[in-house]
Each structure stands twice: as structure tokens, then as C-alpha cells.
T-cell receptor
Framework: AQTVTQSQPEMSVQEAETVTLSCTYDTSESDYYLFWYKQPPSRQMILVIRQEAYKQQNATENRFSVNFQKAAKSFSLKISDSQLGDAAMYFC?????????????FGKGTRLHILP | NAGVTQTPKFQVLKTGQSMTLQCAQDMNHNSMYWYRQDPGMGLRLIYYSASEGTTDKGEVPNGYNVSRLNKREFSLRLESAAPSQTSVYFCASLRQEGFLRATNEKLFFGSGTQLSVL
């Protein structure tokens, strides 16, 4: 069974600085998708960024980028120029690319605090 | 578009009572999911459904049943509620594009149901 581990329950970063959130996963599959979702206090879930395992290039979305290390099964999220609106819970998620398996599992999350 | 609609938003039950959480999506998505969120535990998958008429167990299915009667609706039932089922419940549906390979995948979530079992 696949697992997703986020080892940092909470992190803090100064506004305008850069922060990296860690995520590791365990799978025996070679093809899969990885995601980062953000949950602000409103409880709404927002997709931040996605990565397809077969793509070697790291995904980027404006100030958000990932460091995808397939061999190490690591998928960290880097937030540059942190803003107050980035304060939220961040969840890492995994889905197999096997078309027969639509299961999506999440890590326990990292609560990110932005210090003004 | 309404997206994913969950009802009710809040519910208080007594131990042993039953209830059904309703979820509907209007985006024509095939796959739908039920998660529970507890402090320090993240989002845990209860059940999911890849298509109408099919359901599969997730990480924490015990004490729950689901029903996917049509493409739009995916309900979660607690037959005999227990205090351990106090949680926030989220329904979600998965947008997938592409034919041979899913692209542009994204989960759309409902606003959640805060359930307390006394």
C-alpha cells in the first residue's frame, strides 16, 4: 500500500522569505501523480501544484515550485517570497497512474505560519 | 456551476444514531471520494468510487457505508455513530482530462460537514 509522510507538523517563515515543505512517499509503482493542496482557515481545499512522475522536469506555478526526487521518493514544495495569504495547512497527496486505481491518499499536513 | 455540494454542514448525533451525508457534483466527473479530517491526522480516505455503481474501501472504511447510485451523487452512511466518528467530512470529485493518460487532474472538494457524536 502506498503511504505519504509529511514530517513537519508546523513551520514558520518570515514574510518575503522562502520556505520548503517536505513530503516523502512510498510506492512500488513507477507511474503516479503527486499533488500539493492548500487549506486556509476557510477550510476550502485549493490545488497548489501537481507533478507527473514520468516528467523529469520539476513543476512550477508562479511562486510555488517542487523538488521531485523520484529515486528518493521525495516531493518537497518550495514557496518563494512568502505572503501572508500563504498561511494555511499544506497537504501532499499521491495517486497511482494505473487507470484501474483512482485512490488518492494524503499526508498528515504541515501548518505554515507566515510571520509579518 | 455549484461544483461539489455537501449536506448538511453541521450535525450532532447521539451514540448509536444513524445518518447519511449527501454529496452531489455537477461537473460530470467519474471519480468521487469521501475523506475525514481530524487534527494531526490529515485527510484520511474512507471510500471512493471510480464510476457509477462501483465503490472501493479507502484507509478507514470501518463503521461507514457508501452508495453511488448515479454519476452525480455519492452518499456516506453512518449506521451506528460512535464518538470516534466525530470529525470533519469532505466529499470530493476528480477532474480528469485526456484519453490515454489523465492530464490536468484536480480534486474539487465540498465545503465539509462538521459532525459531532456525543
Amino acid at each position: 500500500a502506498q503511504t505519504v509522510t509529511q514530517s513537519q507538523p508546523e513551520m514558520s517563515v518570515q514574510e518575503a522569505e522562502t520556505v520548503t515543505l517536505s513530503c516523502t512517499y512510498d510506492t512500488s509503482e513507477s507511474d503516479y501523480y503527486l499533488f500539493w493542496y492548500k487549506q486556509p482557515p476557510s477550510r476550502q481545499m485549493i490545488l497548489v501544484i501537481r507533478q507527473e512522475a514520468y516528467k523529469q522536469q520539476n513543476a512550477t506555478e508562479n511562486r510555488f515550485s517542487v523538488n521531485f526526487q523520484k529515486a528518493a521518493k521525495s516531493f518537497s514544495l518550495k514557496i518563494s517570497d512568502s505572503q501572508l495569504g500563504d498561511a494555511a495547512m499544506y497537504f501532499c497527496a499521491y495517486r497511482s497512474a494505473n487507470y484501474r486505481d483512482d485512490k488518492i491518499i494524503f499526508g498528515k499536513g504541515t501548518r505554515l505560519h507566515i510571520l509579518p | 456551476n455549484a461544483g461539489v455540494t455537501q449536506t448538511p454542514k453541521f450535525q450532532v448525533l447521539k451514540t448509536g444514531q444513524s445518518m447519511t451525508l449527501q454529496c452531489a457534483q455537477d461537473m460530470n466527473h467519474n471519480s468521487m471520494y469521501w475523506y475525514r479530517q481530524d487534527p494531526g491526522m490529515g485527510l484520511r480516505l474512507i471510500y471512493y468510487s471510480a464510476s457509477e455503481g462501483t465503490t472501493d474501501k479507502g484507509e478507514v472504511p470501518n463503521g461507514y457505508n457508501v452508495s453511488r447510485l448515479n454519476k452525480r451523487e455519492f452518499s456516506l452512511r453512518l449506521e451506528s455513530a460512535a464518538p470516534s466518528q466525530t470529525s470533519v467530512y469532505f466529499c470530493a470529485s476528480l477532474r480528469q482530462e485526456g484519453f490515454l493518460r489523465a492530464t490536468n487532474e484536480k480534486l474539487f472538494f465540498g465545503s465539509g460537514t462538521q459532525l459531532s457524536v456525543l
